[in-house]
Nanobody, 126 residues
Framework: QVQLVESGGGLVQAGGSLRLSCAAS????????MGWFRQAPGKERDVVAA????????YYTDSVKGRFTISRDSAKNTVYLQMNSLKPEAPSVYYC???????????????????WGHGTQVTVSS
C-alpha cells in the first residue's frame, strides 16, 4: 500500500505557474504508475496527466498539452505536475493517485487507481 500527500496548490493569476508535488510513502514507489486528476465542484474527477513507473510513458489530456509537465523523482518518492500558462478556471481540487504496475494494464481512468491523496486546491483567477 502507498500513502500520498499533495502540496503546492493555491491561488494564481491566469498566465502564471504552479508546481504540484505528491509525496509517496513506502519503499516501493517505483512499483506504481502515477496520475494527476482534477475535480471541479459538481463535476467528475478527470485525468490531467499520468506517468508510468519508468517515467518513460506519459499521458496528457488535450487541454493541458504543451503547458503541463508530469515527472517523477524516485530518489525522493515524489511525482510532480508543473503547470504553466494557467487558464482561468473554477476552483478545482487536484489529486494524486497511484496504481500498481504489477498485474495491471496502463490506464488513465480514475476508477482504475486505488490509492489517492487528499488533494490540493488550485484556483486560477482571470
Amino acid at each position: 500500500q502507498v500513502q500520498l500527500v499533495e502540496s503546492g496548490g493555491g491561488l494564481v493569476q491566469a498566465g502564471g505557474s504552479l508546481r504540484l508535488s505528491c509525496a509517496a510513502s513506502g519503499r516501493t514507489f517505483s512499483s506504481y504508475n502515477m496520475g494527476w486528476f482534477r475535480q471541479a465542484p459538481g463535476k467528475e474527477r478527470d485525468v490531467v496527466a499520468a506517468i508510468d513507473w519508468t517515467g518513460g510513458r506519459l499521458y496528457y489530456t488535450d487541454s493541458v498539452k504543451g503547458r503541463f509537465t508530469i515527472s517523477r523523482d524516485s530518489a525522493k518518492n515524489t511525482v510532480y505536475l508543473q503547470m504553466n500558462s494557467l487558464k482561468p478556471e473554477a476552483p478545482s481540487v487536484y489529486y494524486c493517485a497511484a496504481r500498481s504496475r504489477f498485474g495491471t494494464n496502463w490506464s488513465v481512468n480514475a476508477d482504475d487507481y486505488p490509492y489517492w491523496g487528499h488533494g490540493t486546491q488550485v484556483t486560477v483567477s482571470s
